[in-house]
């Protein structure tokens, strides 16, 4: 068993603890929000807070992660009501959706540590790649972000209709509440 905490959950991986992360996350907790995009560290989408770093969990084995805090998109907030969430929103800075998980892993990195990053930080922060290209979007995203991390300006914008995230959590089992079926998804 290899023991981790995430999304604030115990978790014991009965896996290879060369598994990457990735893997056990998507596949054994059922988290699907974290993407296989290239498997190999470049493109991103895989990103997870790992003791508060985002880092690629295609290349964390989860022998490697043993014993740490794991965030994933789902823990990010449950309703979608993270600064950066409501600003990619906000920005429309989602078009096909496929890096936005690891780009707001990413986003929400950056301001834990920089709460107002000027452009050059922002990009070099988030190098994740976006097939569609919404990156002067994401700019923006991140600016405003920060600007409702530290209240200097409020987004009142709800989740989009019809897609409660009650319902979300049905198909999508890894995001159900405290209570329900295991949001951890232990394997065994
Ligand atoms: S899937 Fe991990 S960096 Fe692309
Ligand atoms: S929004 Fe489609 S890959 Fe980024």
């Known amino acids: 068993m290899t023991a981790m905490t995430v999304n604030e959950r115990p978790v014991d991986f009965d896996m290879d603890p060369d598994t990457p992360l990735l893997h056990a996350l998507r596949d054994a907790a059922n988290l699907t929000g974290t993407k296989y995009g290239c498997g190999v560290g470049d493109c991103g989408a895989c990103m997870v807070l790992v003791d508060g770093e985002a880092l690629r969990s295609c290349l964390v084995t989860i022998g490697e992660a043993e014993g740490r805090f794991i965030t994933t998109i789902e823990g ?16 429309q800075a989602i078009q096909c959706g496929f890096c936005t998980p690891g780009i707001a892993i990413a986003a929400a990195s950056l301001l834990r540590g920089n709460p107002d990053p000027i452009e050059a930080q922002i990009r070099e922060a988030i190098p ?38 009650q319902d979300a959590a049905r198909a999508v089992p890894g995001m159900r509440a405290e209570g329900a079926d295991p949001q951890g998804g232990t394997s065994d």
């Open 128 to 165: 994740n790649l976006c097939r569609c290209g919404v990156y002067p979007r994401l700019v923006r995203a991140v600016q405003r972000a920060a600007r409702v991390g530290s209240r200097r300006e409020r987004i009142s914008a709800a989740p989009a209709p019809g897609i409660d995230p």
């Open 76 to 91: 990010l907030s449950r309703d979608r009501s993270h600064p950066v969430q409501q600003a990619l929103v906000a920005e």
